[in-house]
């Protein structure tokens, strides 16, 4: 260790007695090497530790964390768990095998379940517990990639079937096949029955298990739902570790002291490429960083086996040696003899070669690392689960492709890997003790076959047995209400359906009014989660502090500096607000462990996440995938959206594009209101639609910081019309203002401003009467175009139908002009269903920071520019003159020859 530098900022109250200290030092260094001297530091450390006086540590030697005389009994029966292993393994292999062959290129992975099988196994026969004890057991996030070990036990279990093997990778159904085949990954999605949680998009379980554990502690605190007795693991691959997300949010978890967490780091030393740290210690790193996190950290780098050979150290020079080699190296005795290993590894010291003297070098070949060492592994996991006030990072040593055989493991290709030929096979047999149950000749047939553990056999017994005592199998996914959630009151939305008379409001404060309503409303008021990321003032959300509280895992143990204020900065343990700093993927994680709640605890939550749009599609767009993977039901927030709306920040925060992105989620329902009730009714119809109905979608709505009078629901008509057309995305607003009808303008958000001056500059200038419609999600316009499209074609002898948008804008008045804060694009996902003639306006290219009306005029979406455009279709019509058109152009002040916005 070197010293960090601030020792020597501090004064020194006693020179002489530091350098006897030192000089005592620097004699052990001299006359017994670095090994003695860095032991002796290491114990005066420990031994500070135990005085209470904090030790500047973060990683230790290169060794097991458990000393062996520390490990905890192992209750297991290891014959017949390695047994066990031994089918779940080969019945992996067989698997991908098989489905290769049956679908050239189909792929799959066999070298990453090699790998963890005895990390997996040794959670499934002796901790993970399962849900049929009436409780949710706990939540296990299994590395995406090992998914054909999840199977092969399942099918061991009796959940899966042979033909649902065959076809791993297969999932489209085959007409008259019962069951679709397996996801290649853990999809909920996919397989709604099965997998919980997605995990395959590296970085994004190991974030979520961290937020998971975390709602599971705010469910609690807040007295929703009692979580004690449900740990979260999460299974990640060292290579994963390289995620920003993998990393970025521990310090979290240590924070929180969350100790309902583990983490078990695969640390097989390899990735796709080739090796995660060939010029270091990947293990070393990350329990240094992981320390420095405030977690628990347990190293499992050597199996049993070295155990004797650590006993002969006397010297340190073993001990030495492991500290000293890099990985890549590492990786390199893996494929290598024994005799290489003695040569190269012991080798060159003659008291290091001594210890390993009486060793063949088939042992020395066979000296397992700690990963694969279930009683190692055991002793791990059990301290894992008692460690208190802390989580838990398990770094377990591991050979990736381990007993595929010398073609495959270690190597820098293993990780694609997904064929074997019959002598491979034979050699993974034999390897796994499987020449009772697997003969020559099953080998050489086509498709290696599955084994099968008889009934009533003692393996088949203790399979299930164990899973049994441990509350059922997993992965399992139910929706089983456990505390079931009551609708709110319509009352909570009625206030919004008035407008604000003469009051200038946003749909921002609208919603913050909202929020606010459903968190008071008795009946559903617990069950609302509000989650911001650093941006509660921003959106006028900071009166919400005082009442609902934040979230602190600690209460508040200091005096806030505005106490005294109404809108004071109120945190506490029960506290309802997910006030989560400065991180959307943070915030997102939150999101997710919350609108999946309704499936993982059986308690349904509302959340509400509220982010600064342009920081929400754009920035976690996969975590936003992930959630619509897990079938998160939920709210999502885009505040201070649009591009020219949100004034003054320019190209990095004003988001013109965030519903091209929401447009691509299948099950994201996206809308883009004007007004406070079109919020409101949207809001409460997808409460109905995902609380009530059950339906698995979430909402995303853009929200807005301009200021106006926000009308009533148009009174000239029925409320429920006025609902269904906000709901379906298109209704028609408001009529001409003189007694013709020339044009409609289509209007969304705050382009509503826009269209209102086009109206009324058109009808003083030309006369011209222009109808208004508000589109408040061309999303939901679109998709029910498609299935309408896609019914006509494959029912060519029937009367076609007609999609909605299309009959709705046949009653609409001559050429129709689209505008709205948001990249062209948007609206013109219904251009080929617009009966007649349709031009789209918007906000396409790199945002400025200026004024509002300044950005309007740059992007031609402003009053005169959608004037203008009218005007230009109806010339197009001929229903006006091109004089008429250019005059508009000249009396509005629109420079034609201007260089297009989105011109680069
Ligand atoms: C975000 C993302 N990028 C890339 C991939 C492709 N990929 C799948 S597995 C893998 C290597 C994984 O290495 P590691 O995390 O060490 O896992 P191991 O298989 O070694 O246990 C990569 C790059 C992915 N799944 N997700
Ligand atoms: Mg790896």
């Not at 099965?194 to 605190?221: C, K, Q």
């Not at 495959?408 to 020449?435: C, F, W």
Request: contains cysteine; proline residues 6%; glycine residues 8%.
């Amino acid at each position: 260790m070197s010293a960090d530098g601030i020792l020597h900022q501090l004064p020194d109250r006693d020179p002489d007695e530091t350098a006897e200290w030192i000089d005592s030092l620097n004699a052990v260094n001299d006359r017994h090497g670095p090994t003695r001297a860095k032991f002796i530091l290491g114990r005066l450390l420990e031994h500070a530790g135990e005085l209470g006086l904090s030790t500047p540590t973060v990683t230790t030697p290169y060794l097991n964390t458990i000393p062996t005389e520390a490990e905890d009994w192992f209750p297991g029966d290891e014959d017949i768990e390695r047994r066990i292993r031994s089918f779940i393994r080969w019945n992996a292999v067989a698997m991908v095998v098989r489905a290769n062959r049956a679908a050239e290129g189909i792929g799959g992975h066999l070298s990453t379940f090699a790998s963890s099988a005895a990390l997996y196994d040794v959670g499934f026969n002796h901790f993970f517990r399962g849900k049929e004890t009436g409780t949710p057991g706990d939540h296990v996030y299994f590395q995406g990639h090992a998914a054909p070990g999840i199977y092969a036990r399942a099918f061991l279990e009796g959940r899966l079937v042979e033909s649902q093997l065959d076809r791993f990778r297969q999932e489209i159904r085959r007409p008259g096949e019962i069951a679709p085949g397996l996801s290649s990954y853990p999809h909920p999605r996919l397989m709604p029955d099965f997998w919980e949680f997605p995990t395959v998009s590296m970085g994004l379980g190991p974030i979520n298990s961290i937020y998971h554990a975390r709602f599971n502690r705010y469910l609690d605190n807040r007295r929703i739902d009692d979580t004690a007795a449900s740990r979260v693991w999460c299974f990640l691959g060292d290579g994963e570790c390289d995620e920003p997300e993998t990393l970025g949010s521990i310090s979290l978890a240590g924070r929180e002291g969350l100790d309902n967490l583990t983490w078990v780091v695969n640390c097989n030393l390899q990735r796709l490429d080739g090796p995660v740290r060939g010029n270091g210690k990947i293990i070393q790193e990350l329990e240094g960083v992981f320390r420095g996190a405030g977690w628990n950290v347990i190293k499992v780098i050597w199996g049993g086996k070295w155990d004797a050979l650590l006993d002969r150290d006397v010297d340190g020079v073993l001990v030495d040696r492991m500290n000293s080699t890099l990985d890549g190296q590492f990786q390199r005795y893996a494929v290598e003899s024994g005799a290489y290993i003695r040569e190269h590894f012991f080798g060159p010291h003659t008291r290091l070669r001594k210890i390993v003297e009486d060793l063949s070098d088939a042992e020395l070949e066979a000296l397992p690392r700690g990963g694969h060492d279930y009683r190692k592994l055991y002793a791990a996991y059990k301290q894992a689960t008692e460690t208190t006030g802390r989580p838990t990072v398990i770094l377990a040593k591991t050979v990736k492709g381990w007993t595929l055989g010398d073609d495959v493991e270690s190597r820098n290709a293993t990780h694609q890997i997904k064929k074997m030929s019959p002598a491979q096979l034979t050699t993974l047999r034999d390897r796994l003790y499987l020449g009772d149950v697997l003969t020559d000749q099953d080998l050489e047939a086509d498709d290696p076959p599955y084994l099968r553990m008889p009934e009533g056999s003692a393996e088949h017994q203790y399979l299930i047995d164990r899973r049994r005592a441990l509350g059922g199998p997993l992965p399992s996914r139910r929706v089983e209400v456990r505390r079931p959630l009551q609708l709110p009151e319509p009352s909570a939305f009625s206030e919004l359906l008035i407008g604000s008379g003469a009051q200038p409001a946003s749909t921002t404060t609208a919603f913050t009014r909202l929020l606010r309503n459903l968190a008071r409303d008795p009946a559903v008021g617990s069950r609302i989660v509000p989650i911001v990321p650093d941006e509660a003032r921003t959106f006028g959300m900071d009166a919400l502090f005082r009442e609902l509280k934040i979230y602190a895992a600690q209460g508040q143990k200091y005096e806030p500096v505005d106490h005294h204020l109404l809108l004071s900065y109120a945190e506490s343990s029960d506290g309802q607000i997910l006030e989560e700093g400065i991180t959307e993927a943070g915030g997102l994680a939150s999101w997710t462990a919350a609108a999946t709640s309704y499936a993982t605890r059986g308690v349904p939550m509302i959340p509400f996440f509220i982010f600064y749009s342009m920081f929400g599609f754009q920035r976690v767009g996969d975590l936003i995938w992930a959630a619509a993977d897990a079938r998160a039901r939920g709210f999502l927030l885009g505040a201070t959206a649009g591009r020219t709306t949100l004034m003054g920040e320019g190209l990095q925060h004003q988001d013109g594009h965030s519903h091209v992105l929401a447009s691509t989620v299948p099950a994201c329902r996206a809308y883009d209101p004007a007004f406070a009730y079109e919020m409101a009714i949207i809001v409460h119809d997808g409460i109905d639609t995902m609380y009530a109905k059950g339906l698995d979608v979430f909402y995303y709505l853009t929200l807005y910081n301009e200021n106006y009078p926000m009308p009533p629901m148009p009174p000239d008509r029925e409320p429920a019309e006025v609902a269904r057309g906000v709901i379906d995305g298109l209704y028609a607003w408001a009529g001409s203002p003189i007694d013709r009808r020339h044009a409609t303008v289509v209007f969304s958000g705050t382009a509503w401003r826009a269209a209102m001056e086009a109206r009324q500059l058109l009808a003083d200038t030309y006369g011209i009467g222009v109808e208004l419609w508000s589109a408040t999600s061309y999303k939901t316009l679109r998709e029910e175009a498609m299935v309408v499209e896609r019914w006509n074609r494959l029912h060519p002898s029937q009367a076609p139908q007609v999609p909605m948008v299309t009959q709705k804008l046949a009653a609409a008045a001559g050429p129709i002009v689209a505008v709205s804060d948001f990249m062209r694009m948007v609206p013109d996902q219904i251009a080929r269903w617009v009966p007649g003639r349709f031009m789209s306006l918007g906000t396409d290219g790199f945002g400025r920071s200026d004024t509002r009306e300044a950005l309007r005029r740059h992007f031609e979406t402003d009053g005169a520019h959608v004037a203008i455009a009218v005007l230009s279709q109806l010339l197009a019509e001929g229903s006006v003159t091109a004089n008429l058109v250019t005059d508009a152009i000249q009396r509005f002040g629109v420079d034609p020859e201007l260089a297009a916005p989105w011109a680069i």
